[in-house]
């Protein structure tokens, strides 16, 4: 049973298309190419026009159905934005185009001749272009329905005669392999990046924002023009080396991480992160008397969430977040700020 799980996860996940926020990136990088993918194919059905013997007996009614349908798969690839609005796109233009390289090959002789390497050429070509290996197995059903459909068996009259069979399903299976292994390293490449992005902008250990993302968020706010007063507070907790070297470094993070959650969970909306050590800071939006009954309630949170099992406590700096002036002139006013509250006592915040 064990084993058959396994097998049933592992072909759920080749066939299953990536998340949301995936599936956007994919169709950022994808976008371009897809396009270019499609023109191709219009450039070829209309040279294989042009390329025509002058005997030959092309359906212009067809021909102008194919068009058509040209014409709207590439005008939807082209104004889209979304991913499942390039696969409508997408499906579209390849079925149209594989139905036109159909009418080309029943305007000349032997068309079975050239079904079977245009089919196998379309099928592979797109395999890179589809995020679902479903989506990619419909469309080439689609594909080789039309180029088959009338065209096989080559020679009835010859019983056991199998190779076009042979030649479908060796492209089909060559395209769905080429699908996957596309599709899986774009995955891990998203994987990769959003790992990458995650360590560059994340605290490891608490999950908050980083210094580097912090500030950066900090600078944007700094710079908007409708937003209302913003005063930067910047937490401390109280004698961190002595609870480290009393109850040791793994005891510390915990207390860091606890701390931090006490923050996230107080902060709301608002901006918070973790600076560096036992230093955290914030980006509190509204007046002088809000922050100061915010900060009120963040000190005395603390306290109480670690109160009487450990003397746990944070010192709060405040300062107002001055548009005009560089972001470190409101990080030394806050500094200063924690600076004086630790000096009367601790626990206890204090606004430049």
């Known amino acids: 049973m ?14 299953t298309a990536a998340d949301a926020d995936e599936q956007q990136k994919f169709f950022a990088e994808i976008r371009h190419l897809s396009i270019f993918m499609q023109w191709v194919g219009i450039a070829g059905y209309v040279g294989g026009y042009w390329l025509m013997p002058a005997d030959n007996h092309f359906n212009a009614t067809h021909g102008i159905w194919v068009m058509s349908g040209i014409a709207a798969g590439l ?6 934005r979304t991913l499942p609005m390039l696969n409508v796109g997408s499906v579209m233009l390849i079925l149209s185009v594989t139905s036109g390289f159909r009418g080309l090959a029943d305007s ?18 797109m395999a890179p272009l589809f995020s679902s290996s479903s989506l990619y197995l419909l469309v080439s059903t689609g594909i080789w329905v039309i180029f088959g459909y009338g065209n096989f068996p080559l020679n009835p009259q010859i019983p056991g005669e199998h190779w076009p069979e042979l030649i479908i399903g060796s492209a089909v299976v060559m395209g769905l392999s080429l699908n996957i292994c596309f599709r899986q390293l774009r995955q891990r490449n ?15 250990l608490t999950g908050m924002h980083n210094r580097r993302s912090f500030t950066e968020r900090a600078q944007q706010m700094q710079q908007r023009k409708d937003t209302p007063s913003l005063y930067f507070l910047m937490i401390d907790i109280d004698n961190f080396k002595k609870i480290n070297d009393a109850f040791g470094h793994d005891f510390g993070d915990q207390v860091l991480k606890k701390t931090a959650d006490i923050i996230h969970q107080h902060a709301g909306h608002h901006l918070s992160g973790r600076l560096g050590g036992e230093e955290f800071g ?7 008397d809000a922050v100061c009954a915010f ?3 963040l000190v005395r949170a603390v306290h109480g969430n670690f109160y009487p099992q450990h003397a746990v406590s944070i010192s709060v700096g405040i300062a107002e977040l001055i548009s005009n002036a560089d972001l470190a002139y409101s ?4 500094d200063a700020s924690l600076y004086r509250a630790k000096s009367e006592g601790k626990n206890r915040y204090v606004l430049a």
Not at 2 to 15: D, E, H, P, R, V
Not at 75 to 80: E, K, L, T, V, Y
């Open 331 to 334: 990080y030394k006013r806050a």
């Open 108 to 125: 000349v002789s032997n068309p079975a001749f050239w079904v079977l390497p245009m089919g196998a050429i379309i099928g592979m070509t």
């Open 295 to 297: 900060a009120a309630a």
């Open 282 to 288: 914030m980006v509190f939006e509204g007046d002088s």
């Open 2 to 15: 064990a084993a058959i799980q396994f097998l049933k996860n592992f072909f759920t996940g080749l066939l």
């Open 75 to 80: 005008g939807i690839s082209i104004f889209c």
């Open 190 to 204: 998203h994987r990769v990046r959003r790992d990458l992005e995650r360590l560059a902008f994340q605290d490891a």
